[in-house]
T-cell receptor
Framework: AQKVTQAQTEISVVEKEDVTLDCVYE???????LFWYKQPPSGELVFLIR??????QNEISGRYSWNFQKSTSSFNFTITASQVVDSAVYFC???????????????FGKGTLLTVNP | DTGVSQNPRHKITKRGQNVTFRCDPI?????LYWYRQTLGQGPEFLTY????????KSRLLSDRFSAERPKGSFSTLEIQRTEQGDSAMYLC????????????FGPGTRLTVL
């Protein structure tokens, strides 16, 4: 069975600090996708990034960067120079392929509440 | 607005009553998903449709829950004889049928069972 663990329940930082959110996953599949979603106080989940299991290149998008390491089954998310608007719950999620060859349901971690204080 | 919409946004009901939620996916998306999120937890998968066919149901979806997607467009999720444990946020998402499965989520329906 697939599982996603986000060990950090809450993180609090001061604006402009860098912060890393950890994500560890378990799966028996060799083909899978990893995701990060942001859930601001308004409640709507916002897609941030998708990574497939064959692409271990790290990715940077503005102040966001992601570090995917298959050897440790981790997909960590770093926010550089955090801002108050980054305050939200962040979820890591895993999607496995099924016999039809396409990914479908997402398995989410419990989320990390990030609070960025001014 | 071309995103996923859900109605109602909030529903308060008494234990034992039936409730129905609606989800309108992004128009060209042929996959539609329902998730449930309780306080302090991540969303949990309930069921999904590819066009009008319901292809999988989670064990979380008891016999009191039923979902439909007539004509492969909007979907409804009905809970019969609601229980206090059904109180949660019910999220709908949609995606295209491809190998990337980027799911776009709606704002959710928050259900409170008194």
């Amino acid at each position: 069975a697939q599982k996603v663990t986000q060990a950090q329940t809450e993180i609090s930082v001061v604006e402009k600090e860098d912060v890393t959110l950890d994500c560890v996953y378990e799966t028996r599949d060799t083909t899978y996708y990893l995701f990060w979603y942001k859930q601001p106080p308004s409640g709507e989940l916002v897609f941030l990034i998708r990574r497939n299991s064959f692409d271990e290149q790290n990715e940077i998008s503005g102040r966001y960067s992601w570090n995917f390491q298959k050897s440790t089954s981790s997909f960590n998310f770093t926010i550089t120079a955090s801002q108050v608007v980054d305050s939200a719950v962040y979820f890591c999620a895993l999607s496995e392929s099924y016999s039809g060859g396409s990914n479908y349901k997402l398995t989410f971690g419990k989320g990390t509440l990030l609070t960025v204080n001014p | 607005d071309t995103g996923v919409s859900q109605n109602p946004r909030h529903k308060i009901t008494k234990r034992g009553q039936n409730v129905t939620f609606r989800c309108d996916p992004i128009s060209e998306h042929n996959r539609l998903y329902w998730y449930r999120q309780t306080l302090g937890q991540g969303p949990e998968f309930l069921t999904y449709f590819q066009n009008e066919a319901q292809l999988e149901k989670s064990r979380l979806l008891s016999d009191r829950f039923s979902a439909e997607r007539p004509k492969g467009s909007f979907s409804t999720l009905e809970i019969q004889r609601t229980e206090q444990g059904d109180s949660a946020m019910y999220l709908c998402a949609s995606s295209l049928f491809d190998s990337y499965n980027e799911q776009f989520f709606g704002p959710g329906t928050r259900l409170t069972v008194l």
